[in-house]
């Protein structure tokens, strides 16, 4: 322990760091990374931690709130792809690009597995994204009061301002953003959905994915700049191109949702192995899936999600074995 701080108690904020940055931000590494700085300064700062003005939690919080402000007055609105361009035709093309840094990237399940101590439905993607278009002062005395449970006096502490500052902006904020409560139950995801969702993906079985999806599925593959709904267009598109065909799919989480690594399979000197190719993620809505979005900005990031950088055949053998322990979310 040095200057009333203890370094381990310090490091224990880091999960619950980096998700109030994701909130924040909407982007997943830059997220990470605030978190990573915002602990370093925190501990390089450790002299002037005064308990008496508040737990060593809200002083971290404070630092944090700061360092995400400062990040978002240059920044531009983080939003979906359905949110930035208009639904595509099915015949594409589909080669433009979204504007950089506009975009929503996933939080890795990894940073911290157990997350039941947060409400879910606030790490969903459609939730961060409906975050970014709040002011950033909003938006963190939002997700401080509803999320992580701050009394106003302890949020006005972070933000160094006043509580009835805190209720009015508060107030403004929940009127403008519907917030997920803990009324709502998340229902349990059907592991044999992702299994079954993972046998047609790998077959490129066509007929037995549609059978998967609701019939207003949305699909979208950040950062190309376009988005499909509905079972004909999704299928058609997945049915068109050799793009996915000898992919494979380990299970992993993200945004506290099903995810999966995509691998694509690569020649080398030595025969085919699997490369990184997207992060797909999955929203599901009882027995079928709702939306599905494929993430190409991420093969570099795999191992943040628990994933390794590349599969041998024999490691795709032994993840077709277990496919069934694909992650099911509550």
């Known amino acids: 322990m040095s200057g009333g701080v203890d370094e381990a108690a310090l490091a224990q904020l880091r999960p619950e760091l980096v998700r109030y940055g994701y909130r924040m931000l909407g982007d997943g590494a830059a997220a990470e990374d605030a978190a990573q700085e915002v602990l ?6 450790r002299d002037r931690f005064d308990p008496s003005r508040g737990s060593l939690r809200t002083w971290a919080f404070t630092i944090a709130t700061r ?8 920044a531009s609105r983080r939003e979906l792809p359905t949110d930035l ?6 015949d594409g093309p589909f080669d433009r690009m979204l504007p950089v840094g506009r975009w929503v990237t996933p939080l890795p399940d990894a940073v911290d597995p157990a997350t039941a101590a947060e409400q879910r439905e606030s790490i969903r993607m459609a ?16 997700v401080l009061r509803d999320v992580y449970a701050l009394s106003a006096a302890e949020t006005a502490v972070v933000l160094e301002t006043t509580e009835q500052a805190v209720h009015s902006t508060l107030q403004r904020a929940r009127r ?9 139950v998340p229902q349990p995801v059907d592991p044999g959905l992702l299994t079954d969702f993972v046998s047609a993906f790998e077959r490129h079985d066509v007929d037995a994915l549609a059978r998967l999806l609701r019939d207003d599925v949305v699909s979208s593959m950040p950062p190309l700049a376009f988005w499909l709904s509905g079972i004909d267009d999704v299928t058609r598109v997945f049915a068109a191109g050799e793009g996915c065909l000898g992919h494979r799919l380990v299970p992993t989480g993200a945004n506290g949702a099903p995810a999966f690594g995509q691998y694509a ?9 699997y490369r990184p190719f997207a992060i797909l993620l ?10 599905m979005t494929t993430c190409l900005d991420q093969r570099d990031r795999f191992p943040a999600f628990g994933l ?10 032994q993840a077709s074995s277990t496919r069934a322990k694909a992650r099911p979310t509550s």
């Open 85 to 90: 361009v208009g639904r595509a035709a099915a």
């Open 67 to 74: 360092h995400c402000l400062d990040r978002l007055r240059s």
């Open 308 to 317: 390794p950088e590349r599969l041998d055949p024999s490691d795709v053998g």
């Open 40 to 45: 370093l300064s925190a501990w390089q700062a």
């Open 176 to 184: 403008t953003l519907e917030v997920p409560t803990g009324g709502r």
């Open 127 to 142: 939730f961060v994204a409906a975050l970014q278009w709040l002011p950033p002062r909003q938006r963190a005395v939002l």
């Open 282 to 291: 999955l929203e599901v809505d009882g027995p079928a899936v709702s939306r």
């Open 265 to 273: 399979p690569t020649v080398t000197r030595t025969g085919t192995d």
